[in-house]
């Protein structure tokens, strides 16, 4: 169980299975405010046969992120 706090109010969260997704959660957040924290409409996402690629502003400006 992992507890997340925003102002006085405490809220818990709870891990089921293997995969950590809470942690996965969090990680995206701290991903996102790195990145400026953009607006959603920045966003976009290329998909072709070789793969996809998730991207900020333009197609030419790539994401990493973790799989």
Do not use: C
Not at 18 to 43: I, L, Q
Not at 50 to 58: H, I, K, S, V
């Amino acid at each position: 169980m992992t507890l997340w706090e925003q102002g006085p109010k405490t809220f818990p969260v709870f891990h089921i299975g293997t995969r950590p997704v809470w942690d996965e959660v969090v990680a995206a957040y701290f991903r996102w405010v790195d990145w400026g924290e953009p607006r959603r409409d920045r966003f976009g996402l290329t998909v072709t046969a070789e793969g996809q690629r998730f991207w900020l502003d333009n197609p030419g400006s790539a994401l990493r992120v973790p799989s």
